[in-house]
Each structure stands twice: as C-alpha cells, then as structure tokens.
C-alpha cells in the first residue's frame, strides 16, 4: 500500500487533498468537495487540514502515476 504524502505540485494550498486522493486512487476534486462539505459542515475540517499540512511529510516530486491513480 501506498503511504500517505502530501503532493504540494498538485495541491491547491498545500497537497494535502491531492495527497488523501492518490493515497485513495479516488479523483482529487472528490476529496476537495468532500473537505469543502466538512468543513462547512462540521467547523474542524479546517483545523485538521492545517494539522495534516504540518505534520505530513511532503514528496519530493510527483509520484509518475499521479494521474493515472486520480482520474
């Protein structure tokens, strides 16, 4: 299994959603609607996407089967 990274080449803001979606094999906008619903939803998406932001180590590059993974 693939282990969860952030992906700042593909994020928005800081990869994390793109990371959550390559680590899934699900498509990144789906993650971000998701996180987008929770946190209007729910209030604590926004701190844990800035907890995940810190705590996740990021990759060095982009994984070759991003997009064959994501979409």
Known sequence: MKRFKRIPEKGMIGGVCAGIAYWLGCPAWMVRLIWVIAIFT???????YILLWILVEKTEKTPIDYDKRTC
């Open 42 to 48: 729910f209030g604590a998406g926004t701190g844990i």
